[in-house]
């Protein structure tokens, strides 16, 4: 089993940024991509970037690409959302997750092992 704890979320006025942080813990060698994913009340995870452990390869949704960066420190085991220029729209819970696969994926379903979520309030 892999642990996941996000952390960094917070409120911020719109055109800011944050930066959220997900610490793995555990098996960490079974995951081999880690994501980010978004759930606004009433809505369904939605997929917001994902990267590699090995090497550079990223994924982003089509919504954040130019505003929200993907990053990871191998030594710490943890990976970082970087999110700039914030809208309203961004509001919601950020989950992490893990796979084992080594494919890149926006599909929640694929994923494994999931953190408790971080909150994120972007005020207009």
């Known amino acids: 089993q892999v642990q996941l704890v996000e952390s960094g979320g917070g409120l911020v006025q719109a055109g800011g940024s944050l930066r959220l942080s997900c610490a793995a813990s555990?098996?960490?060698?079974?995951?081999?991509?880690m994501g980010w994913f978004r759930q606004a009340p009433g809505k369904e995870r939605e997929f917001v970037a994902a990267?590699?452990?090995?090497?550079?390869?990223?994924l982003y949704a089509n919504s954040v690409k130019g505003r929200f960066t993907i990053s990871k420190d191998n030594a710490k085991n943890t990976v970082y959302l970087q999110m700039n220029s914030l809208k309203p729209e961004n509001t919601g819970v950020y989950y992490c997750?893990?796979?084992?696969?080594?494919?890149?994926?926006?599909?929640?379903?694929?994923?494994?092992?999931w953190g408790q979520g971080t909150q994120v309030t972007v005020s207009s």
């Open positions: 990267i590699r452990w090995s090497g550079d390869s990223t």
């Open positions: 555990g098996r960490t060698f079974n995951t081999a991509v």
């Open positions: 997750a893990g796979k084992r696969s080594t494919v890149l994926s926006a599909i929640a379903a694929t994923y494994d092992s």
